[in-house]
């Protein structure tokens, strides 16, 4: 019953059908059949709160404190020459490309992309996107929902976000 809600909550934010399938089919291909609440929840996206530092915004639009229990959801968006911090997690992070183009370094290996198009961050891999277009560049973030984030200095990072 999540995945509707989610699948709802993307539609309400005018996203194409393929993205809402690309996004639906990569949280139903990696849930897990064990599942700790049996709660419908509704997440309104006006309420929510944006993130901002160095040209990059991020919203959690699926997270803990909305109720979910197996992966959290943001929208992000990468502003003109922004970039995101050099980091990487414990589980694989799946990046929904909505609009623009740049460069995905993972693993210090650069590849290029162009929206649509999905890229997926294995888990451990140090991973950074770098917004190389004349617009920004939005995408919708899938990650594992209590997974640890670290910086370029394997510090972890705690990100308001996921609240």
């Known amino acids: 019953m ?12 005018h ?9 639906s089919v990569l949280i139903a291909a990696t849930s897990c059949a064990h599942r700790h609440s049996h709660e419908a ?35 992000t968006q990468i502003a003109v020459h922004g970039k995101t ?21 993972i693993g210090g290996e650069v590849h290029l992309f162009e929206a649509p198009c999905t890229l997926i961050a294995p888990a451990g891999i140090a991973h950074q996107l770098v917004n190389t277009g004349a617009t920004e560049t939005d995408a919708v973030v ?12 394997q510090k972890i990072m705690s990100l308001p976000w996921r609240e």
């Not at 999540?2 to 934010?13: E, F, G, N, R, T």
């Not at 899938?142 to 200095?153: E, L, M, Q």
């Open 2 to 13: 999540k995945i509707a809600v989610i699948i709802d909550s993307l539609q309400m934010m």
């Open 15 to 23: 996203l194409s059908t393929t993205t809402v399938l690309l996004v």
């Open 41 to 75: 929840h509704v997440v309104p996206h006006h309420a929510l709160r944006e993130f901002s530092n160095n040209g990059i915004t991020v919203v959690g639009i699926a997270t803990k404190g909305h109720g979910a229990d197996e992966y959290e959801v943001w929208k």
């Open 85 to 105: 911090p050099l980091h990487s997690h414990d589980s694989e992070e799946v990046f929904v490309i909505l609009k623009g183009q740049g460069e995905a370094i």
């Open 142 to 153: 899938v990650i594992g929902i209590d997974s640890t984030i670290y910086d370029s200095d």
